[in-house]
Every structure is written in C-alpha cells, then in structure tokens.
C-alpha cells in the first residue's frame, strides 16, 4: 500500500508539472497573439524620414519610459559656442567636414538585430530589439549634435528595419541595386559588413540598375572601379527587360548589341541574370558547406564537394525608387509587387518563389544615415518623395549644377539668361533663371499672375528622375570637363550632339588660348555695368513717369467744346475786348408806394 502511495504522489506530480508547463506555454502563446494582433490593429506599415522637433523630442521621451531599465549614456560632448570671427573659407570648411565624417564613419552605421533564439519569447525579442534600436539611435543624436557634420534623413521606423533583418537572415546571396547615374550614392558599405557578420560566406552583389542611360565608354569605367575594388556587380536594365518582355523595343538600347559586349560593360537580359544569381548563390551555399564539414569532420571532401545546393535564396535591398521592384517583376515575368514612381511603395517584404531551386526576396526600401548628400539632393536623385518637398528651387539647383546649360535648352526648346560680364561665363544657371524660362515656355501662371515655379519644379525633377534629362557621375579621380564632354555626346539626337560636341570643344580651345580666369572680373566691366545699370534705372523711371502721365491723359474724360460765339470781338483794334454795359431801368418808387396803400 505505501509502495502504491508513492506512485500515485509521483504521478500527480508529474501531472501538476506537466500542466504548469503547459500553462506557462499557453499563456506565452497568448500574449504573443495578442501583440501581433495589436500590430495588425495598429496603422498602417510607413516609412519615418522627417520628424519636426517636437516629435523627436515626444519619441525619445516615450521610447525612454518605455525601456527604463536601460543604462543611461551621459553626453560626452562639450557645447562650443565660437563668438569670435574664424575667418575660414568654404574650403577650409569642407575640408574640416570630411576630416569629421572620416573620424565618425564607424559611427554611422545601420543597426544590427540582437542575438536571439527559438526559446526567447515575443516580448522579451521585442524588447531586445527596441533596446538596441534606442542605443542606435542615441549614438545618432550624438553625430548631429556636431555642428561640423550634416546628417541626412534616415529611416527612423523600426518596423522597416525588421523587414531588413529577416531578408538579410533568410538570403544566401544578398543583391544591392543601385542606379547606374551614381552607384556609389545609392551603395552602403556598412550595410556589406553587416551580411559578412551574419554569414562570413555570404556575399553581396551591386545590381546596377538603369544601365541603358550609360554610354559604353562610362560603363568601362565603372567596371574597370568595381573591379580594381574587388565589387560583384552587373549591369542591368529593368524597363529594358520589361519591354522586351512583352515585345517592345526601347529606342537607343539594343540587345544584340548589348550581347556582343564583353561580360564586364554588357546589359544581362532576364535569362542571365536569374542564370547569374542562382550560380552565385549555389556557389556560396557551397562554401558554407564544405566549411561546416571541415569544422564537423562528419562527411568527407569528395562529398562535401559535390554537393550542390537544391534550394536558394536571394534578397534584393536597396534605396527607395532604385528600381528593387520593377526588377522583381521582370525577372517573375508578371507584375507581382506595386510599382509607382513614389518611393515607398513596398512596406513588407515579400518572398516570390521562381523555380524549385531559386526564391526571391524584395525588401521596402530603405533610406541608410549617411554625410555625403543633402536633403535637396535625395530629392532630387528620387529617394525622398517629390511631391512632399518645401523648397523646390535647392532641389532644382541640383540639377542645375549637374546638368549643362546648352542640354537644358536643347531638351526644353528653351533661351536660359547668359551670365553678366562681372559673373563665371562658365557658371551653371541659378534655379530661379531655369524655372522662370520653363515657366514662360509652358505658359504656368499660378493663381496670382506669377510663374508656377513649384509645378515647374516638379516635372523637371520627374524627367530627372526617369532619365529624360541625361547626366551621370564618373567614378572617383575623373576630371569635370570629361564628364560634360560625356554627357554632351549623349545628348537627344546625333546631329545635335556633334554639334554640340564641336561648340563645346571650341569653346574649350579659346578658353585655353585666352588662359583668363573667369572666377576674376575685370573691374572695367564691373563699373561699365553699374554706370550701365544706373541710366537705364534713371532711364527707365522716366519712360515710366511720361508713360504714367500719357496714360493719364489718355483716360481723361473727353469735354464738350463750348460754344464761344456769344463773345465780342476787338472792335476798337487797340487789341482789348469791346464791354457791353447793360442797364438796369430806374424803378419809381412813388408809384409803388402808391401802389401798395390802394
């Protein structure tokens, strides 16, 4: 009996275990639930750039509430209020900013997911991640806290970065598009390290999107950059592929020409590139193998060596309106993700399955911390919406600045104001000047008589954008003069280009023949100018004082002619008018006396 006692006491405790377990289990279950729900409930997945202060100020103060425990990093950082005049030129300064940004370029980096696993529980994972993500974004406060560093806007939405954090985990092969105009803009180095600290045989691939508005000479350069920095790249074109793809045919891009270039400058069509990435991603789930073999001992070298890998993934990350979903698309061979010409379009990521042995990931867009752009210059290259900027004539000075002035006037039919005798001759055109010319060419007038210059604004950075207006950057160490050379010979038409090919070059031969700075005015013209300047005011205001004065007359109320015939002439001819003199006859007043008394 007390044998059987014992047994039943174990039983039952095994059971109160068992059931504590499962308790525990169902109710770590039913919080997770309950948060994904909240989630779902929640508003809509956004991307978070700009916040004004207030707000920056609210969240902080909410994600510290929130995440008390914490440890609280003191400011290190010495307000420095410089009263006295420096006296430092722009190039001192710029030259300071870079020597800041290179000291502070390990700073600036994407935020790493922390260390996790299976047993963790929901809101023990989400606590971690919010943490690090605080610390993150404290050591980013810190940066703009330096007066001699210019942050830019960057994804502040931890959401966002989640999506990141799973492509990066479940990809094999990691695919960077950037835009073939200016890859080293749109590529994050940092964010190359951190695949390598994921997986160390993991590996990242720049897929240079838009590679059809490069001639072949400037796609040699870059492939010659790329490869003398050891960079896996291809060059590709995600319209290109889309029009062949339902049997048009794009003008200035030809395929069989594009096949006869070697592997290095040639535009992969849609079959290649899936050939490309899958190789590329089989090759390094082979590494990892053969290198978790050695380590384990288990399977020998021959086999560890045959092995082929039956399943592969690739992720595609990248800027926003680089392109990641339109080339998606292309290589599915259906419209499978949203495409718009609005970054952001993409708010989760989504697993696309091509074939049994290659998966597609397409991660949203994200908007990395960097120095080297500023605000209007994200604008105008498509990475901050266009619709949603406040000062359209700095993103239009970007473009002015990159963009040769005779190309703006041969691409809008338009006549932009030369610079004055005093000015660079060889100064681009201010905003204002390219905006009031479009303005006056396109008849925009806004609703009170003025030019339109916001909507003028807005298609001229939507024709940059989609490659209407050409222009690229060189790689690093290329002369300027090269460049609009290059982007002259790529103008709309042959005829146009050649001549403006050789306007150009005669233009540079009398400049080198003169060898005059332009940057120095010559003090004559500066006063010719004024003296110039000052008659035509004076000049000007009096034509505006007659034209006043004639239109005076002009409007006043025409008078009657009056009839003057009544008066007499000189009849004595001494010169004086003749006087009439009228009398009035004598009243008798005894007779209205006696008048009265009747």
């Known amino acids: 009996m007390a044998g059987g006692g014992k047994k039943e006491k174990g039983e039952a ?19 997770g639930e309950a948060l994904a729900f909240a989630r779902r409930r929640a508003m809509p997945l956004e991307s978070v750039i700009d916040v004004s202060d207030i707000d920056a100020v609210l969240q902080r103060a909410a994600e510290a509430d929130q995440l008390a425990e914490a440890a609280s990093v003191s400011s290190d950082s010495d307000l420095v209020i410089d009263l006295d005049a420096t006296g430092e030129t722009v190039e001192e300064r710029r030259l300071l900013r870079k020597e800041q940004e290179a000291l502070h370029a390990s700073s600036l980096s994407v935020p790493r997911r922390p260390p996790w696993h299976n047993q963790m529980t929901v809101e023990e994972l989400d606590a971690n991640e919010r943490r690090a993500f ?42 960077m598009v950037v835009d073939a105009r200016d890859p080293l803009f749109y590529r994050c180095p940092d964010l190359e390290a951190y695949a390598k600290e994921i997986d160390e045989h993991k ?11 490069l001639p072949l000479n400037i796609r040699k350069r870059w492939a010659d950059y790329f490869k003398a920095h050891d960079i896996l790249f291809v060059f590709w074109s995600a319209k290109a592929a889309t029009a062949t793809l339902e049997g048009k045919k794009l003008s200035g891009y030809s395929e069989e020409e594009s096949a006869s270039l070697d592997l290095d400058t040639k535009i992969y069509g849609r079959d290649e590139l899936l050939m490309r990435l899958q190789a590329e991603a089989e090759s390094i789930v082979a590494q990892r193998r053969t290198s978790t073999a050695e380590e384990d001992h288990d399977v020998s070298s021959s086999d560890s060596a045959s092995s082929v890998a039956k399943h592969v993934v690739v992720g595609f990350v990248g800027y926003p309106n680089v392109g990641k979903s339109s080339t998606i698309n292309a290589l599915v061979g259906e419209k499978r993700t949203g495409v718009t010409h609005t970054p952001g379009k993409t708010k989760h990521f ?6 049994e042995e290659l998966t597609l990931c397409d991660c949203p867009g994200l908007v990395f911390p960097s120095f080297s ?36 006037e041969q691409i809008y039919k338009i006549t932009l104001p030369k610079p004055k005798p005093y000015e660079s001759q060889s100064r681009p055109p201010t905003a204002a000047e390219l905006l009031r010319a479009y303005c006056a060419s396109r008849g925009h007038v806004s609703h009170a008589g003025l030019p339109d210059e916001t909507r003028a604004a807005r298609q001229i950075l939507k024709d940059y954008i989609d490659g209407k207006i050409p222009h690229f950057e060189l790689p690093p160490g290329v002369a300027d003069v090269e460049a609009g050379r290059e982007v002259i010979a ?38 010719d100018d004024l003296e110039s300047f000052d008659l035509a005011n004076e000049g ?46 004598a009243v008798n007043l005894s007779a209205v006396n006696v008048s009265g008394r009747v």
């Not at 080198?512 to 006063?527: F, G, N, R, S």
């Open 13 to 31: 405790l095994g059971r109160a275990l068992i059931r504590q377990r499962n308790k525990a289990a169902a109710a770590a279950k039913e919080r």
């Open 373 to 408: 752009s500023s605000r209007h210059e994200m604008v105008a290259c498509g990475v901050l919406p266009i619709d949603r900027m406040t000062k359209h004539r700095e993103a239009i000075q970007v473009v002015a600045d990159r963009v040769p002035r005779n190309i703006l």
């Open 540 to 585: 000007s205001k009096t034509a505006a004082k007659k034209k006043k004065e004639a239109s005076h007359k002009h409007h006043k109320k025409p008078q009657r002619k009056k009839d003057r015939s009544w008066r007499v002439g000189n009849d004595g001819g001494d010169g004086t008018a003749v006087v009439r003199v009228f009398q009035k006859p």
């Open 134 to 175: 605080l610390v993150w974004r404290r050591n980013l406060a810190r940066l703009e806290e330096n007066d001699k560093l210019v942050l830019t806007p960057f994804e502040k939405n931890i959401d966002i970065w989640r999506q990141l954090w799973r492509v990066l985990e479940r990809s094999d092969l990691l695919v």
């Open 490 to 527: 790529r103008s709309e038409g042959p005829a146009t280009s050649s001549a403006a090919n050789e306007s150009d070059a005669d233009d540079l031969d009398e400049e080198d023949e003169d060898a005059v700075d332009p940057a120095e005015p010559d003090m004559k013209d500066v006063l």
């Open 203 to 213: 590996r990242t691939m720049l897929l240079v999107n838009k590679a059809d508005l």
């Open 350 to 355: 989504q697993t696309l399955i091509i074939s």
